[in-house]
């Protein structure tokens, strides 16, 4: 199968999140709105399937997949779909139930991470509720994060191994060292205090990385970097 | 198959969601933390699987469902769970899938409603927070809503009847109709003018509301009210 990634040019974003399952399963994809305009990449490609007038299963927002005939939105949905053919997933039912649990429980992670520098509106900028911000990350520091990564680092502990989801690499446990890897770049001090206690996560964070077509993926110059455009933003007012 | 729900007592909140599709769905179940202490129920009966030691796949939060050995978390990951085996979900996987996804992006949507009277921290009261939900709303009424509104209005248009999913009603309608009718609870003034141009999301809503076993679970007193506490709240202030 031929896949097709539809993500905002420019940031790593939740299609990062698509991408690094995509690349561990050695999957062969294009990533379309990073092709140039006048080969049918860029913004317009993405404009096409939010806001024609033909499509009859319309994404809300990117990243969405196209594989074949079928167009599937939802970060967490496009793995839920990805996971069983690329081998990211449990065999058995239940652990593929269990493995979206954690994702959705990882999205809703990445959604409190973003909205520490926009807890306002993503249509202002950062600038426009900084102080908002301020109080916001403050929160979200003393409490969410935390109890966030106590969650994650109790369930790799139960799980009995190193991975999240069960003995096999998931592409849960790829969202998750994305976040690690995320966190650390948004909030360097806060985070290392925080993951002090979360040894688990650390080495989650560095098998995956370590992973030959991961790092192939990385040293290709294809993984963009964070950037202050993006979901995980570094503002060091933001990180104490 | 009998089902043991778990959510908060006194608010319907993300428990609603669940609760909607087991009624719908003919279902038998019981809601264990709305039974007395003495009988296994109230808060001690969620927390012995939040926090309980020997939980193998702990959920971060309630609701979550109970199906035989199951333990099922996450709102939308339940209604996946349940959808097929309670008639609410197509039958073919890309339909399923379909479904999954507009489920999740009112996940989407509920979050932005509560974050309307929480934007800074949900462990503060709203109270503490009441400058930053009153700009947090008038972005939301401005942008989000009728987007979310208007997306939602063109699905159904294009699924060509009068469900979101397909011909059939499918769980995501039973959350679309919910999330009307918080809506409408929370913002009267906004919701009524936004909803003027969603004449299919308005049918969706009565639809739902008027089918035999969603009437006689409002009838029954089992459905509690919209509160202050919960998801949607309605305060007059950012109304407007």
């Known amino acids: 199968m031929n896949y097709e990634l539809y993500y905002w040019p420019g940031i790593q974003g939740r299609g990062e999140f698509v991408r690094l399952a995509l ?3 050695g999957a062969e994809y294009r990533d379309i709105a990073l092709l140039p305009e006048e080969q049918g990449g860029g913004v317009p490609a993405l404009l096409k399937f939010l806001e024609g007038p033909d499509v009859a299963r319309p994404p809300f927002a990117p990243p969405f997949l196209k594989a074949g005939r079928r167009l599937i939105g939802q970060t967490a949905n496009i793995l839920l779909f990805l996971g069983p053919r690329l081998g990211l997933a449990p065999r058995d039912a239940d652990g593929r139930l269990w493995t979206h649990q954690l994702q ?3 999205a809703d992670f990445v959604l409190e991470i ?3 520098h926009h807890p ?3 249509g202002l900028y950062y600038e426009q509720q900084k102080a908002e911000a301020k109080r916001r990350s403050r929160a979200f520091l003393a409490q969410r994060l935390p109890k966030f990564l106590g969650y994650f680092e109790c369930v790799i502990e139960r799980a009995g191994g ?3 989801a069960g003995r096999q690499l998931s592409y849960a446990d790829l969202s998750m060292a994305q976040v690690v890897a995320g966190l650390r770049y948004a909030f360097p001090l806060a985070s290392k205090k925080a993951l002090r ?5 650390r080495a989650l964070h560095d098998a995956v990385f370590a992973r030959p077509r ?3 993926y990385v040293a290709s110059g294809r993984r963009l970097a964070f950037n202050n455009e993006d979901i995980f933003r570094h503002y ?3 990180d104490d």
Do not use: N, V
């Open 23 to 25: 690349e561990q399963g």
């Open 104 to 106: 959705l429980t990882l």
């Open 114 to 116: 973003h909205d520490t």
């Open 120 to 122: 306002i509106a993503g």
């Open 162 to 164: 190193k991975w999240l």
């Open 197 to 201: 206690s979360c040894p688990r996560l």
């Open 214 to 216: 991961i790092r192939r």
């Open 236 to 238: 060091a007012e933001l």
